[in-house]
């Protein structure tokens, strides 16, 4: 079982800023790349940011110069920081990770639960 939890979400002011985390546990050989996705209401899900094992990362077009993802292997967790908000950034922001899973041996594209970001005007 391999299960990831996100955490960070709430209510910000325009311009404000959140940092969202996400912690895999379960039975995991290792994960490869990461990233968050967010969905608003009546909208399709959509890529926010991505970061490979090496740390390399690219981002959607809307938040380049604003949110920042990174990871600590070590403890198997993504961040994204997100600042400058805008009210267009109100989503569920969803974790999602490629994981090579161990007992039994398989590779899983598993998400989490999401986390709501609201911002305000």
């Known amino acids: 079982q391999v299960q990831l939890v996100e955490s960070g979400g709430g209510l910000v002011q325009a311009g404000g800023s959140l940092r969202l985390s996400c912690a895999a546990s379960?039975?995991?050989?290792?994960?490869?790349?990461m990233g968050w996705y967010r969905q608003a209401p009546g909208k399709q899900r959509e890529l926010v940011a991505a970061?490979?094992?090496?740390?390399?990362?690219n981002y959607a077009d809307s938040v380049k110069g604003r949110f920042t993802i990174s990871r600590d292997n070590a403890k198997n967790t993504v961040y994204l920081q997100m600042n400058s908000l805008k009210p267009e950034d109100t989503a569920v922001y969803y974790c999602?990770?490629?994981?090579?899973?161990?007992?039994?041996?398989?590779?899983?594209?598993?998400w989490g639960q999401g986390t709501l970001v609201t911002v305000s005007s």
């Open positions: 999602n990770a490629g994981v090579v899973k161990r007992n039994p041996v398989g590779y899983l594209s598993v």
């Open positions: 379960g039975s995991i050989f290792s994960i490869n790349a």
């Open positions: 970061i490979t094992s090496g740390g390399s990362t």
